[in-house]
C-alpha cells in the first residue's frame, strides 16, 4: 500500500512563531489526490532563503570521495549510502520533494492503520507474542507529511504531539539546529529524513522509535550518536554521510553497515539512571490482626528472551545470568508472604528459585505445563509453569492441585466430543496452581491460584474457556477444602527440609502460637486470591466472567464456536472477585508494540480487604524507554504487589492443642 502525503502551507506573514485557527481550517493542495485535511500545526519560522548546504561545505568531501583510502573497496551499504546522499543532494532545490515524488500522482487505495505493522509470527515465539495494537485502531487517509525544502528553523512540539500517527516524515533541506526531545512520541513511524539541516546531535528519544527502517541525516554537523540508537533494530539504512561523524562510529558504518552500528551502540548501551522506586499506595489504614501481602510477577522464561523478539534489549541484558539476579532482588525486596510466579521452568525453579528463596523462608508448589509429561527428562527441565511460594514461618501447606485446561476439556461429557475443544483448546496446555494455605498464628484459611493464560489475541475463545474451566475446578475444591480438618498437631510442620537441609525459619524460637484452625461455612467463604498473567484486558470475556461471575454462552469472545454447556447455558461462578487495583495500573505489560493491562490479583471482596497496592512506573524514565525488558526490569511485565487484611470468619474449630512453647513471629520486611 502506497503511503499518502500531506503538504502543509507554509506561507506565513510574520517571522515569528505562528499557531493555525483551527476553526478555519485549510485544505492542503499537496495531499494525495487533491484530498484536504483539516488538521493543521504549528510551525517555526519559514524563510525562502537559499539553502545552507554546499558541496562545498560537506563534512566528509564529495560525494564520491573513499573513505576507505586510495585502493580500499568502498562496502555495498556504503555505496548505497553516498548515491542516496547523491540524489537528496541533487534534489534539494525542490520543496516538498518526496510528496511530488511520490505522492500527488498516486490514487488512493484506502485507508491505512495508524499501528505499527504487524511482523510475521515465528513458531518459535509463539509463547511471547500478542497483540501488538496499544488501543483503538485509529485510520487516516494519510501518513506520511512533507516539510522539506521551507527553510524552516524550528519544529513545534505540537506536531510530535498531535500527529502520532505518521508513518513517514520529511524535514529534510530546512535550517532546524535541534529536535524536540517530543519526536519520541511517533512510535508509528517508519522513515525519517532529517538530513541537510544544522543539526549538531540527536536527542536520546529517537530511541523510541523502534519502528523506523531509514533514518536520513546526511549534511548536518553531527559528531556522536545516542547510543539510544541501538534500539533501533528495525533500522535498514542509517544515513550519516555528510557528517564530521567521530572516526569509530564512521568507520563501523562504512565497512559493516548500518545494523552493525545499530548493534554496536545497543550492546554498549550503558543502563542509564535508574527509575525512581515505584510508590506503595495506602488503601486502607485501619489496623488489622490477619494481614497478608501477595506478590505477582511474570517472569520472563529464559528460553522465551531471544533477539528475534527482544530485539531492542542489549543481548546481555537479555542473559538470564544478567536477569535473574535483578528478579531475585525484586521478590526479596517486597518480601511478600505469598509470591506467584508464571513463566518459571523446572530447571530454573528447581536450581535457582527453590534454593534461593528458601534463604527467605519461602517454601513452593510448582507445576509445568502439561507438555513436559510427554517428554522426557531432559527436554522436560525447560518447559514453564506456575510456581508459588509462601512464607513457611506464616503459612502451612495443606493441599495443593494442579488444573490442566486442556485435559479437563476433553474430558468433561459435554465438550469431549466438540470439533472446537480438540483443535483450539486442547493444543494449548496452560495449567494452574492451586494451593489452600492456612495461618498458623491466626487459624485463617487461603486458596491461591497462579495462572497463565494463553496469550494469542486470535484465540479469545480459548482464553475464556480456560479460565472458564478455572473457575468451575476452584469452586469444586473451595468447597471440598471448606471441610477440611482442622489442623491438631502443628508441629509437624516445624522441622521440615529442604534437601537435606534444615529450615532454620521453622526452630522452634522463631515459631508463633499456633492458633486453632477457623472454620468455613462453605467454599464462597474461604479466603480467595487468583493471580496471574491472563492476557486479557477490561471488556473481554475473560474480564467479564471473573468481575461479574458470570457470561452469556452467546458472547463475543466465544463467536461461533462451540464448546458444550459453556455456550449452551453459559460460565459462571459463586465468587466474588474484584481487582486489588480497581482501575488497574497503566500497564502491566511493556514492549514497543503493546503496553496493557493483562497481570492482575483479584480478591474475595466477602472475605478479604485490600489495604495497599504497588503502584506505576515513573512516566519520566518511561518517555525514554520503548519496552522492556532493559538494565532496570528483567521481564516484560511488571510485578504487582497488593496487601490484605482477613474479614474475620464465623467459626472456629477448638483443635486438640500441643505444648508448643514460647516463640514469636519475626517481623517481616516492608514492601513496596
Same mark, same amino acid.
Given at each position: 500500500?502506497?503511503?499518502?502525503?500531506?503538504?502543509?502551507?507554509? +506561507?506565513?506573514?510574520?517571522?515569528?512563531?505562528?499557531?493555525?485557527?483551527?476553526?478555519?481550517?485549510?485544505?492542503?493542495? #499537496?495531499?494525495?489526490?487533491?484530498?484536504? !485535511?483539516?488538521?493543521?500545526?504549528?510551525?517555526?519560522?519559514?524563510?525562502?532563503?537559499?539553502?545552507?548546504?554546499?558541496?562545498?561545505?560537506?563534512?566528509?568531501?564529495?560525494?564520491?570521495?573513499?573513505?576507505?583510502?586510495?585502493?580500499?573497496?568502498?562496502?555495498?551499504?556504503?555505496?548505497?549510502?553516498?548515491? /542516496?546522499?547523491?540524489?537528496?543532494?541533487?534534489?534539494?532545490?525542490?520543496?516538498?520533494?518526496?510528496? @511530488?515524488?511520490?505522492?500527488?500522482?498516486?490514487?488512493?487505495?484506502?485507508?491505512?492503520?495508524?499501528?505499527?505493522?504487524?511482523?510475521? $509470527?515465528?513458531?518459535?515465539?509463539?509463547?511471547?507474542?500478542?497483540?501488538?495494537?496499544?488501543?483503538?485502531?485509529?485510520?487516516?487517509?494519510?501518513?506520511?507529511?512533507?516539510?522539506?525544502?521551507?527553510?524552516? $528553523?524550528?519544529?513545534?512540539?505540537?506536531?510530535?504531539?498531535?500527529?502520532?500517527?505518521?508513518?513517514?516524515?520529511?524535514?529534510?533541506?530546512?535550517?532546524?539546529? $535541534?529536535?524536540?526531545?517530543?519526536?519520541?512520541?511517533?512510535?508509528?513511524?517508519?522513515? /525519517?529524513?532529517?538530513?541537510?539541516?544544522?543539526?549538531?546531535?540527536?536527542?536520546?528519544?529517537?530511541?523510541?522509535?523502534?519502528?523506523?527502517?531509514?533514518?536520513?541525516?546526511?549534511?548536518?554537523?553531527?559528531?556522536?550518536?545516542?547510543?539510544?540508537?541501538?534500539?533501533?533494530?528495525?533500522?535498514?539504512?542509517?544515513?550519516?554521510?555528510?557528517?564530521?561523524?567521530?572516526?569509530?562510529?564512521?568507520?563501523?558504518?562504512?565497512?559493516?553497515? =548500518?545494523?552493525?552500528?545499530?548493534?554496536?551502540?545497543?550492546?554498549?548501551?550503558?543502563?542509564?539512571?535508574?527509575?525512581?522506586?515505584?510508590?506503595? !499506595?495506602?488503601?486502607?489504614?485501619?489496623?488489622?490482626?490477619?494481614?497478608?501481602?501477595?506478590?505477582?510477577?511474570?517472569?520472563?522464561?529464559?528460553?522465551?528472551?531471544?533477539?528475534?523478539?527482544?530485539?531492542?534489549?542489549?543481548?546481555?541484558?537479555?542473559?538470564?545470568?544478567?536477569?535473574?539476579?535483578?528478579?531475585?532482588?525484586?521478590?526479596?525486596?517486597?518480601?511478600?508472604?505469598?509470591?506467584?510466579?508464571?513463566?518459571?521452568?523446572?530447571?530454573?525453579?528447581?536450581?535457582?528459585?527453590?534454593?534461593?528463596?528458601?534463604?527467605?523462608?519461602?517454601?513452593?508448589?510448582?507445576?509445568?505445563?502439561?507438555?513436559?509429561?510427554?517428554?522426557?527428562?531432559?527436554?522436560?527441565?525447560?518447559?514453564?509453569?506456575?510456581?508459588?511460594?509462601?512464607?513457611?514461618?506464616?503459612?502451612?501447606?495443606?493441599?495443593? !492441585?494442579?488444573?490442566?485446561?486442556?485435559?479437563?476439556?476433553?474430558? @468433561?461429557?459435554?465438550?469431549?466430543?466438540?470439533?472446537?475443544?480438540?483443535?483450539?483448546?486442547?493444543?494449548?496446555?496452560?495449567?494452574?496452581?492451586?494451593?489452600?494455605?492456612?495461618?498458623?498464628?491466626?487459624?485463617?484459611?487461603?486458596?491461591?491460584?497462579?495462572?497463565?493464560?494463553?496469550?494469542?489475541?486470535?484465540?479469545?475463545?480459548?482464553?475464556?474457556? +480456560?479460565?472458564?474451566?478455572?473457575?468451575?475446578?476452584?469452586?469444586?475444591?473451595?468447597?471440598?477444602?471448606?471441610?477440611?480438618?482442622?489442623?491438631?498437631?502443628?508441629?509437624?510442620?516445624?522441622?521440615?527440609?529442604?534437601?537435606?537441609?534444615?529450615?532454620?525459619?521453622?526452630?522452634?524460637?522463631?515459631?508463633?502460637?499456633?492458633?486453632?484452625? +477457623?472454620?468455613?461455612?462453605?467454599?464462597?467463604?474461604?479466603? /480467595?486470591?487468583?493471580?496471574?498473567?491472563?492476557?486479557?484486558?477490561? #471488556?473481554?470475556?475473560?474480564?467479564?466472567?471473573?468481575?461479574?461471575?458470570?457470561?452469556?454462552?452467546?458472547?463475543?469472545?466465544?463467536?461461533?464456536?462451540?464448546?458444550?454447556?459453556?455456550?449452551?447455558?453459559?460460565?459462571?461462578?459463586?465468587?466474588?472477585?474484584?481487582?486489588?487495583?480497581?482501575?488497574?495500573?497503566?500497564?502491566?505489560?511493556?514492549?514497543?508494540?503493546?503496553?496493557?493491562?493483562?497481570?492482575?490479583?483479584?480478591?474475595?471482596?466477602?472475605?478479604? +480487604?485490600?489495604? #495497599?497496592?504497588?503502584?506505576?512506573?515513573?512516566?519520566?524514565?518511561? =518517555? $525514554?524507554?520503548?519496552?522492556?525488558?532493559?538494565?532496570?526490569?528483567?521481564?516484560?511485565?511488571?510485578?504487582?504487589?497488593?496487601?490484605?487484611?482477613?474479614?474475620?470468619?464465623?467459626?472456629?474449630?477448638?483443635?486438640?492443642?500441643?505444648?508448643?512453647?514460647?516463640?514469636?513471629?519475626?517481623?517481616?520486611?516492608?514492601?513496596?
Amino acid at each position: 500500500m502506497s503511503n499518502k502525503f500531506q503538504q502543509p502551507s507554509t +506561507q506565513h506573514p510574520h517571522g515569528q512563531q505562528q499557531h493555525h485557527n483551527h476553526a478555519q481550517p485549510q485544505n492542503h493542495v #499537496g495531499a494525495l489526490g487533491g484530498m484536504g !485535511h483539516q488538521h493543521t500545526f504549528s510551525s517555526g519560522t519559514m524563510s525562502n532563503a537559499t539553502p545552507h548546504f554546499t558541496p562545498s561545505n560537506l563534512h566528509s568531501g564529495t560525494p564520491n570521495n573513499n573513505p576507505s583510502g586510495p585502493g580500499e573497496t568502498v562496502s555495498e551499504h556504503w555505496q548505497q549510502q553516498l548515491q /542516496l546522499a547523491a540524489e537528496a543532494r541533487a534534489a534539494s532545490s525542490t520543496p516538498h520533494r518526496h510528496c @511530488r515524488k511520490e505522492g500527488v500522482s498516486r490514487v488512493s487505495k484506502g485507508p491505512v492503520e495508524a499501528s505499527p505493522e504487524h511482523s510475521p $509470527r515465528a513458531a518459535d515465539d509463539e509463547e511471547r507474542n500478542r497483540a501488538t495494537t496499544n488501543g483503538e485502531i485509529r485510520r487516516q487517509d494519510w501518513d506520511a507529511m512533507d516539510l522539506s525544502g521551507q527553510g524552516l $528553523r524550528a519544529l513545534s512540539p505540537s506536531l510530535f504531539c498531535d500527529y502520532i500517527f505518521l508513518g513517514k516524515l520529511f524535514i529534510d533541506n530546512n535550517r532546524l539546529t $535541534r529536535l524536540d526531545p517530543s519526536l519520541g512520541q511517533l512510535r508509528s513511524l517508519t522513515h /525519517l529524513d532529517a538530513s541537510q539541516n544544522q543539526l549538531r546531535e540527536i536527542p536520546e528519544e529517537i530511541g523510541m522509535l523502534v519502528n523506523l527502517k531509514s533514518l536520513l541525516l546526511f549534511d548536518n554537523n553531527i559528531q556522536s550518536l545516542p547510543n539510544e540508537i541501538g534500539y533501533l533494530h528495525k533500522l535498514e539504512m542509517l544515513g550519516v554521510e555528510g557528517n564530521p561523524l567521530d572516526e569509530d562510529l564512521k568507520e563501523e558504518i562504512q565497512h559493516r553497515g =548500518s545494523k552493525a552500528l545499530v548493534t554496536h551502540l545497543r550492546e554498549n548501551m550503558e543502563a542509564g539512571e535508574a527509575p525512581h522506586e515505584r510508590d506503595w !499506595h495506602i488503601l486502607d489504614e485501619t489496623s488489622a490482626a490477619d494481614t497478608l501481602s501477595v506478590l505477582s510477577y511474570n517472569t520472563l522464561c529464559d528460553k522465551y528472551a531471544t533477539s528475534s523478539q527482544y530485539g531492542y534489549t542489549p543481548s546481555e541484558v537479555l542473559s538470564w545470568n544478567y536477569r535473574k539476579d535483578i528478579i531475585l532482588g525484586e521478590i526479596k525486596h517486597h518480601n511478600a508472604d505469598i509470591v506467584c510466579l508464571q513463566e518459571v521452568d523446572q530447571e530454573r525453579y528447581n536450581e535457582f528459585f527453590r534454593r534461593e528463596l528458601a534463604h527467605q523462608d519461602y517454601r513452593g508448589v510448582f507445576s509445568p505445563k502439561a507438555r513436559a509429561k510427554t517428554m522426557n527428562d531432559k527436554d522436560a527441565k525447560f518447559v514453564d509453569g506456575c510456581a508459588t511460594f509462601y512464607k513457611s514461618r506464616k503459612y502451612i501447606l495443606l493441599d495443593k !492441585h494442579v488444573i490442566d485446561f486442556a485435559n479437563t476439556a476433553i474430558n @468433561r461429557p459435554d465438550m469431549k466430543g466438540e470439533h472446537d475443544t480438540f483443535n483450539r483448546v486442547m493444543p494449548r496446555d496452560h495449567i494452574a496452581v492451586v494451593t489452600f494455605l492456612e495461618n498458623r498464628a491466626t487459624g485463617s484459611r487461603l486458596i491461591v491460584v497462579n495462572v497463565h493464560i494463553y496469550w494469542d489475541p486470535a484465540y479469545k475463545d480459548v482464553k475464556l474457556v +480456560q479460565v472458564a474451566i478455572m473457575m468451575e475446578q476452584v469452586s469444586k475444591l473451595a468447597d471440598r477444602w471448606a471441610k477440611h480438618p482442622p489442623c491438631a498437631d502443628k508441629t509437624a510442620f516445624r522441622h521440615a527440609e529442604l534437601d537435606g537441609e534444615p529450615n532454620l525459619a521453622n526452630t522452634e524460637e522463631n515459631q508463633d502460637e499456633p492458633a486453632p484452625s +477457623q472454620e468455613y461455612a462453605n467454599g464462597v467463604q474461604l479466603p /480467595l486470591l487468583i493471580c496471574g498473567d491472563f492476557n486479557s484486558t477490561a #471488556g473481554t470475556g475473560v474480564y467479564d466472567l471473573i468481575t461479574q461471575g458470570k457470561v452469556a454462552g452467546a458472547h463475543a469472545d466465544l463467536a461461533n464456536h462451540s464448546y458444550g454447556n459453556f455456550t449452551r447455558d453459559g460460565m459462571e461462578h459463586p465468587f466474588s472477585l474484584k481487582s486489588a487495583y480497581n482501575g488497574e495500573l497503566s500497564f502491566t505489560n511493556y514492549t514497543p508494540t503493546y503496553s496493557g493491562v493483562i497481570d492482575y490479583i483479584w480478591y474475595s471482596t466477602n472475605a478479604l +480487604q485490600v489495604r #495497599g497496592v504497588l503502584g506505576d512506573v515513573d512516566l519520566d524514565y518511561l =518517555s $525514554r524507554v520503548p519496552g522492556f525488558p532493559n538494565h532496570h526490569f528483567p521481564s516484560d511485565h511488571l510485578a504487582l504487589k497488593a496487601e490484605f487484611s482477613v474479614k474475620s470468619a464465623r467459626k472456629e474449630i477448638k483443635a486438640v492443642e500441643a505444648d508448643f512453647g514460647p516463640h514469636k513471629e519475626q517481623r517481616r520486611g516492608q514492601g513496596g
